[in-house]
Structures are given as C-alpha cells and as structure tokens.
C-alpha cells in the first residue's frame, strides 16, 4: 500500500488527475475513493489556473470568487476565440450600455427599469444608429412593419371555396 500511496502523492503533484491516476491503477471510482479517504487530503490537478483582477484560481474557482453568472464552457470557449481574460469572464466592456446612471448588458437595464421593449429591438435601434436613450426608451411602434396580405395563390382560393360549397 505504501508504493500505491507514494505513486498517488507523486502523479497528483506533477498535475495528474484522478481519472488519470485511477487508470493507471486499474481501479474504479469508488475503489479510489476508499483509497483516498485512507490515504488523506491531497490535492489533485484541476485544470489550468489564470489571475484575474488580483485572484489566482481555475476557471470555476475564479467564476465562484466574483460571484459570475456565466458557464465555464462559456469561458473556455471565449478563451479558445482569444478574448482577453477579462473579457472571458467578465464578457466584452464594450457591450456595456450606460443608460440614465445605471451600467449594465441589454437585459440588465431592461430589467432595471422595468422596461417593455424586447433586447431585440433595442439592438436593432442601436444598430440603425439610434442613441442608447432612444434604443431604449423611444416608443414602441405597435404597427406592423409591413400590412397583412393574404398571399395564397387565387386558384388555391377557388379549389378552397368549391370544397366549401361541396361540403353544404
């Protein structure tokens, strides 16, 4: 047991994971398990470690530490896009609106003011070159866009209303 222990201890400080460690056992989860729980507390590889605004962790203990209400495979995809590690975690500043004193994402503010305009329309203002207090907070424009037009070919219409009339 002593090797197996000394072999655990070593491959976990080089970085070894404990699938990895377990597979060269050739022991299950559990079996593992029981194995650590008499051995003691070690601490195992858990994947890369960054810093960010001061504090140093992995991905996880970095989201947990802020408080991030963002998925670590988010992160990591943001990363592998090379966004700053800022932007992968914090998401891209420039996104930020600041609308009437208050700083936040599309929805934030939608949701801070109580707003009834969907974050679709307010990107589609910004992008026609509306201000932020327009995008916003202009009105709602409640007609459509283009009038209801009844689009079905006139001979689908005819065979339509002689079913109809065969039905009477």
């Given at each position: 047991?002593?090797?197996?222990?000394?072999?655990?201890?070593?491959?976990?400080?080089?970085?070894?994971?404990?699938?990895?460690?377990?597979d060269?056992?050739?022991?299950?989860?559990?079996?593992?398990?029981?194995?650590?729980?008499?051995?003691?507390?070690?601490?195992?590889?858990?994947g890369?470690?960054?810093?960010?605004r001061?504090?140093?962790?992995?991905?996880?203990?970095?989201?947990?530490?802020?408080?991030?209400?963002?998925?670590e495979?988010?992160?990591?995809?943001?990363?592998?896009?090379?966004?700053?590690?800022?932007?992968s975690?914090?998401?891209?500043?420039?996104?930020?609106?600041?609308?009437?004193?208050?700083?936040?994402?599309?929805?934030?503010?939608?949701?801070?003011?109580?707003?009834?305009?969907?974050?679709?329309?307010v990107?589609?203002?910004?992008?026609?070159?509306?201000?932020l207090?327009?995008?916003?907070?202009?009105?709602?424009?409640?007609?459509?866009?283009?009038?209801?037009?009844?689009n079905?070919?006139?001979?689908?219409?005819?065979s339509?209303?002689?079913?109809?009339?065969?039905?009477?």
């Amino acid at each position: 047991m002593c090797e197996t222990t000394d072999l655990i201890k070593k491959m976990a400080h080089e970085g070894s994971s404990k699938k990895a460690i377990r597979d060269v056992l050739g022991v299950s989860k559990r079996s593992f398990r029981d194995m650590l729980s008499i051995i003691g507390p070690i601490t195992f590889y858990s994947g890369p470690t960054y810093t960010v605004r001061g504090f140093h962790g992995t991905v996880r203990q970095i989201i947990q530490h802020f408080g991030l209400d963002v998925a670590e495979r988010t992160v990591r995809f943001r990363m592998e896009d090379l966004y700053t590690l800022e932007e992968s975690f914090f998401g891209k500043e420039l996104d930020l609106d600041e609308v009437r004193g208050f700083r936040g994402n599309t929805p934030d503010i939608i949701k801070h003011f109580g707003l009834t305009i969907s974050s679709d329309r307010v990107y589609k203002r910004k992008k026609a070159g509306k201000s932020l207090e327009e995008a916003y907070f202009g009105p709602i424009d409640m007609t459509r866009s283009r009038p209801y037009t009844n689009n079905r070919p006139k001979q689908h219409q005819a065979s339509f209303a002689q079913g109809e009339q065969a039905c009477q």
